[in-house]
T-cell receptor, first 113, second 110 residues
């Protein structure tokens, strides 16, 4: 059984660019959630995908979008990057939503210059 | 809206001592989870306690839940240097997400 993996590990972009982050969920898990964690803060919920449909969204603008694929892996896309988008992006997979144990990946550290 | 809030923000102890972290939340819950994060990496699930449970143990961890006070505590006994990490409580915010506070940064000195 493989755990949650994320790629890339680190990424540097400039303001206005677009970025795609990837997540492979744990085997058998049908739900993927994405969180943004700024330095010194706790993770903030971006959105969740369940069986390829967006199942819930946090307080993030539409330039944050996502996809879930038939194998339950997922992508997070961020358009028109801003300096405040610099953060650790965490993906978590689970069998269901917020009342279930979430299995987190190691994260992608995004730096926007 | 739901939000977990941990207290204290930082805690420094010696190896072998016990560490207690507290959590408060805003709205009623069916369960509450605790997670650990080492040095800006992914979070690791520690324990889930249900609303009908007052106390739960897992190895050196003991979690309590008081739903009347909307609070929880995490006790780590006989702490080790490897316990150095940030600890988050995570009450669910609706049926699809976890809500996190800023966490408690625990430093265990050898």
């Amino acid at each position: 059984e493989t755990g949650v993996t994320q790629s890339p590990t680190h990424l540097i972009k400039t303001r206005g660019q677009q970025v795609t982050l990837r997540c492979s969920s744990q085997s058998g898990h049908n739900t993927v959630s994405w969180y943004q964690q700024a330095l010194g803060q706790g993770p903030q919920f971006i959105f969740q995908y369940y069986r390829e449909e967006e199942n819930g969204r946090g307080n993030f603008p539409p330039r944050f979008s996502g996809l879930q694929f038939p194998n339950y892996s997922s992508e997070l896309n961020v358009n028109a990057l801003e300096l405040d988008d610099s953060a650790l992006y965490l993906c978590a997979s689970s069998l269901g939503g917020g009342e279930r144990e979430q299995f987190f990946g190691p994260g992608t550290r995004l730096t926007v210059l | 809206s739901q939000q977990g809030e941990e207290d204290p923000q930082a805690l420094s102890i010696q190896e072998g001592e016990n560490a207690t972290m507290n959590c408060s939340y805003k709205t009623s819950i069916n369960n509450l989870q605790w997670y650990r994060q080492n040095s800006g990496r992914g979070l690791v699930h520690l324990i889930l306690i249900r609303s009908n449970e007052r106390e739960k143990h897992s190895g050196r961890l003991r979690v309590t839940l008081d739903t009347s006070k909307k609070s929880s505590s995490l006790l780590i006994t006989a702490s080790r240097a490897a316990d150095t990490a940030s600890y988050f409580c995570a009450p669910p915010g609706g049926n699809y997400k976890l809500t996190f506070g800023k966490g408690t940064l625990l430093t265990v000195n050898p």
